[in-house]
């Protein structure tokens, strides 16, 4: 026994364990992400292009985060690797032997379908989204990693059979993709949906990288209400703390219009040179996230729409806001 196994290639036994391994970083990756995502949270990332990609509609698929399918794939390849690992190869050879031979072929499936559906990200980030998240590099790495480990990790009786495979699982992977991203509401920026008698609802899903210091055009114009109610946030005391590359700042922006915005008491914690930094008087105020609203004292972080912040001022004028938002 012994000698058998010393004449084994390493790799051949120690693939199962790699490729498990890096699935369970691939999960434990997107788990973040799909938190992230759930709860509009900004993602802990050296630069802000982190959010621009998760607030992309390209990271929204079926009305859910694209994270969450992620997560689902790299648990279903850890399974998949590890498997096998727990039938006795001894009391059990048959059961093993077959069990492996099965979920090598998934194993192998799995990996040149999350590697085509990784490159395929990839060229979005590139040229479409324009702004790299390293979340994303990490999980192109890690199916490419266990594409390569699917295959040097056992030796392959009919290398013909990966051929096969990785042609007919690309391709159906591919077009699926794209069909997926074909869809007219992957139009990035702003979308905007009239109901007759209620207000517009919005949804912004950066397409580009936000100007620095400056972020991305204000698009909606103001009403009445909207400028009378960001008078009356002022005139309280009021203030809201944003970042300029935040895309849930722009949201809020966009509720408020133009103008209106232009009224408000608003500080942009981020300094356009250096977007990670926090300027001191945001350091003073303890802003943790964007956007952060402190009224009378009290802080409330995220979106706020401008029926709750009319309710949290004691705000009195008129209420026919124009916007409201759509939540992902």
Same mark, same amino acid.
């Given at each position: 026994?012994?000698?058998?196994?010393?004449? @084994?290639?390493?790799?051949?036994?120690?693939?199962?364990?790699?490729?498990?391994?890096?699935?369970?970083?691939?999960?434990? $990756? /997107?788990?973040?992400? $799909?938190?992230?995502?759930? $709860?509009?949270?900004?993602?802990?990332?050296?630069?802000?292009?982190?959010?621009?990609?998760?607030?992309?509609?390209? &990271?929204?698929?079926?009305?859910?985060?694209?994270?969450?399918?992620?997560?689902?794939?790299?648990?279903?390849?850890?399974?998949?690797?590890?498997?096998?690992?727990?039938?006795?190869?001894? %009391? %059990?050879?048959?059961?093993? @032997?077959?069990?492996?031979?099965?979920?090598?072929?998934?194993?192998?499936?799995?990996?040149?379908?999350?590697?085509?559906?990784?490159?395929?990200?990839?060229?979005?980030?590139v040229f479409k989204i324009k702004a790299l998240c390293i979340y994303c590099i *990490?999980?192109?790495?890690?199916?490419?990693?266990?594409? +390569?480990? $699917?295959?040097?990790?056992?030796a392959w009786e009919d290398i013909g059979q990966i051929f096969f495979t990785a042609? +007919?699982?690309?391709?159906?992977?591919?077009?699926? #993709?794209l069909g997926i991203y074909a869809s007219p509401n992957n139009q990035g920026g702003? @979308? #905007?949906?009239? =109901?007759?008698?209620?207000?517009?609802?919005?949804?912004?899903?950066? %397409?580009? !990288?936000?100007?620095?210091?400056?972020?991305?055009?204000?698009? /909606?114009?103001?009403? !009445?209400?909207?400028? &009378?109610?960001?008078?009356?946030?002022?005139?309280?005391?009021?203030?809201?703390?944003? &970042?300029?590359?935040?895309?849930?700042?722009?949201?809020?922006?966009?509720?408020?219009? %133009?103008?209106?915005?232009?009224?408000?008491?608003? /500080?942009?914690?981020?300094?356009?040179? =250096?977007?990670?930094?926090?300027?001191?008087?945001?350091? *003073?105020?303890?802003?943790?996230?964007?956007?952060?609203?402190?009224?009378?004292?009290?802080?409330?972080?995220? +979106?706020? #729409?401008?029926?709750?912040? *009319? =309710?949290?001022?004691?705000?009195?004028?008129?209420?026919?806001?124009?916007?409201?938002?759509?939540?992902?």
């Amino acid at each position: 026994m012994s000698r058998r196994l010393s004449s @084994t290639p390493w790799i051949y036994r120690r693939s199962r364990l790699l490729i498990g391994a890096i699935a369970i970083c691939g999960a434990l $990756t /997107t788990a973040y992400l $799909t938190v992230v995502k759930f $709860t509009q949270t900004s993602a802990a990332c050296p630069t802000e292009s982190c959010d621009i990609v998760l607030q992309s509609d390209y &990271a929204t698929v079926f009305g859910l985060p694209l994270a969450l399918f992620g997560f689902l794939a790299y648990v279903a390849m850890a399974i998949f690797a590890l498997a096998p690992l727990s039938v006795d190869p001894v %009391k %059990k050879k048959d059961s093993r @032997t077959k069990l492996e031979n099965w979920t090598w072929l998934l194993l192998l499936a799995g990996a040149i379908a999350m590697s085509v559906f990784s490159s395929y990200l990839i060229y979005l980030l590139v040229f479409k989204i324009k702004a790299l998240c390293i979340y994303c590099i *990490a999980s192109a790495i890690f199916s490419f990693s266990m594409l +390569v480990l $699917t295959i040097v990790g056992r030796a392959w009786e009919d290398i013909g059979q990966i051929f096969f495979t990785a042609i +007919v699982v690309g391709m159906v992977t591919l077009i699926g #993709t794209l069909g997926i991203y074909a869809s007219p509401n992957n139009q990035g920026g702003v @979308t #905007t949906v009239s =109901n007759p008698g209620q207000p517009t609802i919005i949804s912004f899903r950066p %397409k580009e !990288e936000p100007v620095p210091g400056v972020g991305w055009d204000v698009t /909606t114009t103001s009403g !009445e209400a909207e400028i &009378a109610l960001a008078r009356h946030l002022k005139q309280v005391g009021a203030k809201e703390y944003v &970042a300029w590359w935040c895309p849930h700042c722009h949201e809020q922006k966009l509720l408020f219009g %133009k103008e209106a915005y232009s009224e408000l008491d608003h /500080t942009d914690c981020a300094p356009a040179d =250096n977007p990670n930094a926090l300027k001191d008087e945001c350091k *003073a105020a303890n802003i943790q996230s964007y956007p952060t609203w402190i009224i009378n004292g009290k802080i409330y972080a995220g +979106v706020q #729409t401008l029926e709750e912040l *009319a =309710n949290l001022t004691g705000y009195t004028g008129p209420r026919n806001f124009k916007y409201s938002l759509q939540r992902s």
